[in-house]
């Protein structure tokens, strides 16, 4: 993982929707339904990572699919899309976007490319700055960490995505 989540992922600190900021926005369409749900779900739960270690060096990981870390803060200090150039004909590549750049989520109306609501970002200036980081990556194909696979070119989700949160 990138190196600033490392602290993250052994709960040296918890980057999660502070309660007060749920609580907040519990008028808002879904909030209470996915909060509920969360809870449920272990959501809250303390489950460290037991040994996380930072990508050893930049470029490619020597895992299968060779996927391409691209650093992409704002979700967290650490987030992380994967690039995966070579997973196959006919796409041009996948790109996992985890958190960075999702589809739909239960406390959302939006169904396509866009980030996610605000209260889910440490740092929502950084995760609308991290999303040209995208761009360039060569994928019609995304994954992201809520909602559904996006089918298209990764730089016009993010344009999409860039217009509805300048909205």
């Known amino acids: 993982m990138h190196e600033q989540e490392v602290p993250h992922a052994r709960r040296e600190f918890l980057h999660q ?14 909030v ?29 990981l020597d895992l299968p699919g060779a996927p391409v ?18 997973l196959g004909l006919p796409h041009l590549g996948v790109l996992v976007s985890g958190d960075a750049l999702v ?19 440490t740092n929502r200036e950084q995760a609308l700055a991290a999303l040209p980081l995208l ?5 019609d194909v995304a994954l992201p960490g809520h909602g559904p696979l996006h089918r298209g070119i990764v730089k016009e989700a ?10």
């Open 158 to 167: 993010v344009l999409h995505a860039r217009e509805r949160a300048a909205r």
């Open 17 to 30: 929707v502070p309660v007060g900021q749920v609580l907040a926005n519990a008028l808002r369409p879904g």
């Open 103 to 121: 589809t739909a989520h239960p406390t959302s109306r939006l169904h396509g490319p866009q980030l996610l609501p605000d209260m889910f970002h």
């Open 32 to 60: 209470v339904p996915w909060a509920v749900h969360a809870i449920r779900s272990g959501g809250t739960a303390h489950v460290p990572v037991a040994d996380p270690s930072p990508f050893p060096a930049p470029g490619a």
């Open 135 to 139: 761009e360039p990556v060569d994928a």
């Open 69 to 86: 870390p691209v650093h992409t803060p704002g979700h967290r200090g650490g987030h992380c899309a994967y690039h995966l150039p070579h």
